[in-house]
Structures are given as C-alpha cells and as structure tokens.
C-alpha cells in the first residue's frame, strides 16, 4: 500500500519485488497517504505499507502506523527527500519503522553521487541486500566475499561513500539552516491570498529538501486544473526565482507495470496537488535570508500582476 502522488523510483521495485500495490489518495496538508483511507483499506492481504516522505516533510502518521502493526504488515519509509526523519522525530523517539531508505544522490540534502542506504534493524534484510548487491565488500575491519551475489551493483563506490560521509558532518548545520530559511520566507509569503504551504511550516522537524507549495484555485478564483499553476510559475522564473512543477501525474501513469489499471479520477487530492502545487528550490546554505527576502519580493510582484494574470489564466484553461 502506498501513495498515488509518489516517486516513480520508490514504487516501481513493489512489481520488481512480485507484489501487487494498492494505491491510496493523499492528504492535502502533508502531500502523504491520507491516514484514514489507508487505515480503511489495510487488510491480511497487505504486506507492507511504503510511507513516502516528500519534500522534507515527516511523516509520523502515527494510527497508521499502529495499524499496520496490528495486521502484521511491514512498515517502510522513503525518507530519501526527509534524511531528518532518521532523527528522534516522534515525541523524542524514532519513527515506528522496518526499513527506512535513504538516497544520496545529487538532489538530496547529502548530494555525494549514486548511493542510497537501507537503515533496519532486520539482520535478514540486511542479508538480502548482500545476496543481491555485493561480491566482497570490507565489514569490521575484514574482506567479506558473497559467493552466491545476485551481484546487482547496489553497492554505493568509495568516492560516493567518502563525499557522503564528509558531508554529514555538516548534516545538522545544513539542515538548521534549511529551516531557518523557510522560517523566514513562510511568513512574507503568506500574504499573497490563495498560497499554501504543502506541511506546517512551524513544525521544526521538517528537512525542507525543497519549499513546496500549492495553490488554492478556489480563493484565488482560478479555473480547475493547471493553467493558474503553470502561469504563475513561469512569472515567478521571469523574475529569477528558481521555481519547479514536480510531478504532473499519479505515480502509476509514470510504470508500465501499473498504468492503465487505476485512474487519477479514484485519487482526487493526488489530482489537486498535482494542478496546483510547485516548490522553490535553492533553500539551502550558503543561501540565506538576502535570497529569501528576494524571492518573497518576487512573489509579491506577481501577485499583484494577479488581475492580468488571471485574464491569461481563463485563457489558457479554455484552450
Ligand atoms: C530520489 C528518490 C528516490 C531514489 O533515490 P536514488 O538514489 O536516485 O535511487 C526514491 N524515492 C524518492 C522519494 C526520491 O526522492
């Protein structure tokens, strides 16, 4: 079970894997699987439940969590955008969790190349990952050779592994200043009406990979579907912010081995973030709050172009 809005890099390994996913509508507020119509569909046939963690938001989801637990299902999260979430997040204590999967890669808060890690406290799935990623590898100071690898080369190189490991030490910094960054810009963006943050921006535990954002197309008096997004998203790059529109469509459009056995009518919150929503990257150090402030200036420029943006939005939805 996991999340219509999603990445397509974390769902596609449930076919790999032989398992059948079940697709579940997300909340507006923290872009995750909404708790309730997950708790409603988790039945004995569901072996896991993959929470994806976007943008830097924590998911803690704690009923859901303790239902899956009750039916016996494995719990897995996709913290690859939120390495915060590795931290005690929930109540001073670790997320209730199975496996939590993180990436290093280049978009990610460590940014040292092509490696990604699985933190579990299951020896077996450890074991797994051996059996289908490493020939030999160096564990407590020995040569451990793997004799019957799958030999999948998972393995994350040194170099990736050094950069990564020299960055974390800066992790807590990098994050500090991540938040302070979106601190500061939430309140001077909050005055052009009809934007919304996609998670609580006060609580102090989010990673911010990005800055996510969604419109409210009612309150704005926009037309349903992307039109006012899209046109208000080239405005804010002509002047200079570093805006992006993530995904345009539930994940299952993006497989194969999915599309065509759901439809983004059955997930109307996935739809609406996906018309509606964008984020502001470059959040991070050494980007401060002269930036900030830039990019709030800009928003507010564009948003009182509203009434001759919204004459090219009508057109444009129209079209
Ligand atoms: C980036 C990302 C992945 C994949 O990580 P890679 O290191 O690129 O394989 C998986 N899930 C989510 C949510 C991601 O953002």
């Known amino acids: 079970m996991t999340a219509a809005l999603n990445w397509p890099g974390a769902v596609g390994p ?3 894997a032989g398992l059948e996913p079940v697709f579940v509508d997300v909340e507006l507020g923290t872009a995750s699987l ?3 119509l997950a708790i409603e569909a988790i039945n004995p046939a569901t ?5 994806t963690h976007l943008f830097g938001g924590n998911i803690r989801c704690p009923r859901l969590r303790q239902k899956g637990r009750a039916n016996g299902s494995a719990l897995l999260d996709d913290v690859c955008q939120s390495i915060g979430a590795l931290q005690r997040i929930d109540n001073g204590r670790l997320l209730d969790s199975d496996a939590l999967m993180l990436s290093g ?3 990610k808060h460590l940014g040292a190349g092509e490696l990604g890690f699985v933190v579990t406290d299951h020896s077996g799935l450890i074991d797994h990952v051996d059996r289908v990623s490493l020939t030999s590898s160096s564990r407590n100071g020995e ?4 004799p019957d690898t799958l030999g999948f080369n998972y393995r994350p190189n040194v170099f990736s592994a050094s950069l990564a490991r020299s960055r974390l030490a800066g992790m807590d910094e990098q994050l500090s200043a991540r938040r302070r960054n979106a601190a500061f810009l939430w309140p001077k963006l909050r005055e052009c009406s009809g934007l919304v943050p996609l998670f609580d921006t006060t609580d102090g535990s989010h990673s911010f990979l990005n800055f996510p954002l969604r419109l409210d197309l009612e309150a704005l008096d926009m037309p349903h579907g992307p039109a006012a997004r899209d046109v208000i998203v080239e405005a804010l790059r002509a002047e200079g912010v570093p805006v992006w529109v993530w995904l345009t469509k539930p994940v299952f459009d993006y497989l194969p081995a999915f599309r065509g056995k759901w439809s983004a009518a059955e997930f109307p919150n996935t739809v609406t973030l996906l018309d509606t929503m964008f984020y502001v990257s470059e959040i991070a150090p050494p980007n401060g709050l002269g930036l900030m402030q830039a990019y709030a200036d800009a928003f507010r420029k564009v948003w009182a172009a509203m009434p001759e943006l919204r004459a090219d939005i009508r057109q444009r939805a129209a079209e």
Do not use: M
Request: charge should be negative; avoid cysteine.
């Open 47 to 51: 072996g896991a439940v993959l929470i």
């Open 105 to 107: 890669n280049g978009a």
């Open 143 to 146: 040569r451990v050779f793997s």
């Open 34 to 36: 909404d708790p309730d």
């Open 14 to 16: 449930i076919a790999i």
